[in-house]
């Protein structure tokens, strides 16, 4: 159950890693935010929630997490077959081995730099 | 970690941290280099300096503007013919240099008079042109001339002009990057605030880090247009003075060369809490997925949606004619700096090229982190690489083509490999649906070109076919191709025109529609 739950996260991981940006940007606590922004807002999406998306940034985020979930939809079909618990837990496991990618365990020595 | 010491780099054991090949399994906390750091004293960079950054990337495609540079004349050598940054004013920036051309004695006796002096000429010379920008050079800096007083007290003699002043010379390093960053904040502190603008829309941005390279941003601009999105300001491609001035004014920032302006989307963000979206301009997929992000921000995505549908039905068989045609061709992506990440993916995937090597001159670990991320396995990532390093990655790899600038595209070609310039293009624009199949033109040229066959051949050793004549680059490409794909009726040559730009840019002065905006801003 681990191991699939593990290869499902990896597949989720390569899209991002191969087709988005967000996930980069140039300080910890900027991805951090970014992070936590658009994966909470993606699972929303894809719990048939609606996310909050009234303010600049929270709509910044919102429009990066729709996109990614109609990518996630269209290119992952077994995800329509999860439910609600499944879907999070799997988003939550992708969650943390992005913070591990791209902040504590980054190789980039930029990251912690106080200024832009 | 993967990392790569070059045989020639031996004497310089530095460098092995600054290469690593992907390996299978391996990700980005363990395939990284170094980078964004001073060039190792005797390795021979293909970089340019600080001052570089920041006047010929960034600081002169600002079109309606006389830049200076306060220094020798040598320094503004890279400004006319390898600069392809065009402007809907004629060119200005392009057509016209200016330097204070300082001297030995300069250097002994001070040179503020002088660059005073040269300010007035200028702008007597030029009295429609009110606005300037004056850069620091090694030479200016060392002998510590004060230009920002000598532009005050311009400023003060001549209420209706404005300058800028960037003190970015060439020691401060480490790359052109230095210059990028340093011209960054310069401008949003001195200069963003300080104009209020017309808005003419309900939906508002900047469109940050694109240098209209053979008309990129016309192509990009006209699909925000077709959108009802104002574009403020263009930082800095086509862009004007004074609209760059009133970015504080924008709903969001859109942001395509991060490598070049993150900075200033990241300061713009703290101050006025205008939102950075990050977007790629170049590929088919990317670039609708750009549009509708962009669209989906302001509640317009069926305006970028109809957009999309157009264009990829539009351009999508003259992609795939080149695509079948490229299929397996191998590809050394050896940009400046974001492109190494604007492309990786996205020629693989639409164009069927294999990338086997990405390097980057200036860019910082986070474009390799991009970069990376973005190859197949077995690529080779290099950060500042020197010319012998170069050669012995072409030796090693042996690519059909490499993308990269005319300095190290010129050695490539020594060794029969052919080139495109990625930073000025040889036929653009290759931004939008459009100039994507233009870009896919270009590579199967360069690779198919019957004149490349002919130097593969060594006429000191290798044997001069006779029964061989004329060649055309269709008979080459076609050999392997099956039937279907050579005869298919649906997949066709590129058919636009050879000055493509007339068509995107005729409408640019029709006013935008007005509608009450709702949340977005």
Redesign the interface.
């Known amino acids: 159950m681990e191991a699939m739950i593990h290869d499902k996260m990896e597949q989720l991981l390569d899209y991002i890693m191969k087709h988005c940006l967000w996930q980069f940007h140039s300080r910890a606590w900027d991805r951090k935010d970014q992070n936590e922004g658009i994966l909470s807002k993606t699972t929303q999406i894809l719990c048939g929630e609606e996310p909050a998306h009234e303010t600049p940034a929270d709509r910044c985020y919102w429009v990066d997490a729709v996109c990614l979930a109609e990518e996630y939809r269209k290119r992952f079909p077994w995800l329509t077959s999860m439910d609600k618990a499944g879907i999070s837990e799997l988003m939550q496991a992708l969650h943390e081995r992005m913070d591990v990618l791209t902040i504590t365990g980054s190789l980039n020595q930029e990251l912690t730099d106080q200024h832009y | 970690m993967p990392y790569h010491l070059f045989k020639c780099s031996e004497c310089i054991p530095e460098r092995e941290k600054h290469a690593v090949i992907k390996g299978h399994g391996e990700?980005?906390?363990s395939a990284?280099p170094?980078g964004?750091l001073n060039t190792i004293p005797g390795s021979i960079t293909e970089r340019g300096c600080a001052y570089c950054g920041a006047k010929h990337v960034i600081g002169t495609p600002m079109k309606d503007v006389i830049h200076i540079s306060h220094g020798p004349i040598g320094c503004t050598y890279d400004t006319w013919q390898t600069k392809r940054y065009l402007s809907d004013n004629d060119n200005f920036q392009l057509k016209y240099t200016f330097a204070t051309d300082m001297k030995e004695k300069n250097i002994v006796f001070g040179a503020e008079k002088m660059l005073k002096q040269n300010i007035l000429e200028a702008f007597k010379a030029f009295p429609n042109i009110k606005r300037m920008s004056i850069y620091q050079t090694c030479a200016s800096a060392l002998i510590g001339d004060d230009i920002n007083a000598v532009a005050q007290e311009v400023m003060e003699e001549m209420p209706d002009v404005d300058i800028f002043v960037c003190n970015s010379p060439g020691f401060k390093g480490p790359s052109q990057s230095g210059g990028h960053h340093t011209i960054c904040?310069a401008w949003f502190k001195d200069k963003v605030g300080t104009v209020e603008p017309e808005i003419t829309s309900d939906y508002v941005i900047n469109y940050v880090g694109e240098y209209n390279i053979q008309g990129d941003e016309e192509v990009m601009c006209n699909y925000f247009r077709k959108m009802g999105i104002q574009v403020l300001s263009t930082f800095t491609g086509n862009g004007s003075y004074d609209d760059l001035r009133a970015m504080h004014r924008a709903?969001?920032n859109v942001l395509e060369c991060?490598r070049s302006s993150?900075?200033l989307c990241?300061?713009l963000k703290?101050k006025y809490?205008?939102?950075?979206?990050?977007?790629?301009g170049f590929g088919f997929?990317?670039l609708a997925?750009s549009l509708?992000?962009v669209g989906?921000?302001f509640g317009l995505e069926d305006k970028a949606q109809a957009i999309i549908d157009e264009e990829t039905a539009k351009w999508k068989p003259e992609l795939d004619w080149y695509k079948e045609r490229l299929r397996g061709k191998k590809v050394c992506l050896w940009p400046g700096g974001s492109k190494l990440?604007h492309w990786a993916?996205v020629i693989h995937e639409e164009m069927g090229v294999e990338v086997v090597s990405v390097y980057t001159k200036f860019g910082?670990?986070?474009d390799m982190?991009?970069g990376i991320?973005?190859c197949e396995e077995g690529a080779l990532a290099i950060d500042d690489p020197n010319e012998l390093e170069g050669l012995e990655a072409m030796e090693m790899l042996k690519p059909d083509i490499i993308f990269t600038g005319k300095r190290p595209g010129e050695v490539a070609k020594k060794i029969r490999v052919p080139y495109l310039n990625a930073h000025a293009y040889d036929n653009g624009p290759w931004k939008g649906w459009e100039g994507w199949v233009r870009f896919a033109r270009d590579i199967y040229n360069a690779i198919y070109s019957p004149l490349h066959q002919l130097a593969l051949l060594d006429i000191s050793k290798d044997e001069i076919p006779t029964d061989k004549g004329f060649a055309t680059r269709r008979m080459l490409s076609d050999v392997n191709l099956t039937e279907e794909v050579r005869s298919s009726t649906t997949l066709r040559e590129y058919t636009g025109k050879f000055d493509c730009l007339p068509d995107y840019t005729k409408t640019k002065n029709d006013p935008l529609p007005k509608k009450v905006l709702s949340?977005?801003?």
């Open positions: 990700d980005l906390t990284l170094l964004y904040i709903h969001l991060a993150e900075y990241n300061e703290k809490g205008i939102p950075r979206l990050d977007i790629d997929e990317p997925l509708r992000k989906l921000f990440w993916h910082h670990q986070g982190e991009k991320s973005r949340g977005a801003a």
